[in-house]
């Protein structure tokens, strides 16, 4: 059975603080992405990366940063969290033919 | 650009109903739809793909067919139950990098 996990469900970070949201799959799939969700706004893209250490903007990218160092590990940085990131967070990795999603993390920035 | 449109926005119905979802999509240049499925707080889970080269595909009691030329797809659900209500997305891909969502449609189920 196909995996993408992402290490939080729920989290509540501070403005300004650096944060760092992970997601690993088990499907040897090259491509993963990164995208938010907010109501009213469906999905957006955040970025999304085709190979270790290749990283694309997506169609939101301003205020995160992404990490791609091994094929199964895809992580999205906060580098200074504002009010206008709590959001739903959702990591995808794709066959290129098919996305699986992970559980989603839920983002608060107080 | 490739824009997805999911309408209506919410659909209640009692149990035991049959219902079709919509999905319309503006470039019928496509590589397949893909059918989510997400319960509240929660992520996608995928319920159905279909090739651009397929008409339909079926799965339990929810079917989704494709007509690429007029840019539409539906899904199918039958004899709906209410574990059945959650929110519906489709997704239509145009290579792949290239996913675009609709914003779903919620949908409830009333025992």
């Known amino acids: 059975d196909v995996k993408v996990t992402q290490s939080s469900r729920y989290l509540v970070k501070r403005t300004g603080e650096k944060v760092f949201l992970e997601c690993v799959q088990d499907?040897?799939?090259?491509?993963m992405f990164w995208y938010r969700q907010d109501p009213g706004l469906g999905l957006r893209l955040i970025y999304f990366?085709?190979?270790?250490?290749?990283?694309e903007k997506g169609d939101i990218p301003e205020g995160y940063s992404v990490s791609r160092e091994k094929k199964e590990r895809f992580s999205l940085i906060l580098e200074s969290a504002s009010t206008n990131q709590t959001s739903m967070y959702l990591c995808?990795?794709?066959?290129?033919?098919?996305?699986?999603f992970g559980q989603g993390t839920r983002l608060t920035v107080v | 650009k490739q824009e997805v449109t999911q309408i209506p926005a919410a659909l209640s119905v009692p149990e035991g109903e049959n219902l079709v979802l919509n999905c319309s999509f503006t470039?019928?240049?496509?590589?397949?739809l893909q059918w989510f499925r997400q319960d509240p707080g929660k992520g996608l889970t995928s319920l159905l793909l279909?090739?651009?080269?397929?008409r339909e595909q079926t799965s339990g009691r929810l079917n989704a067919s494709l007509d690429k030329s007029s840019g539409r797809s539906t899904l199918y659900i039958a004899a709906s139950q209410p574990g059945d209500s959650a929110t519906y997305l489709c997704?239509?891909?145009?290579?792949?990098?290239?996913?675009?969502f609709g914003k779903g449609t919620k949908l409830s189920v009333i025992p």
């Open positions: 990366s085709y190979d270790v250490k290749m990283k």
């Open positions: 499907m040897d799939h090259e491509n």
């Open positions: 470039d019928s240049a496509i590589y397949n």
């Open positions: 995808a990795s794709d066959s290129g033919t098919e996305a699986f």
């Open positions: 997704a239509v891909r145009a290579g792949s990098y290239q996913l675009t």
């Open positions: 279909i090739q651009s080269s397929q």
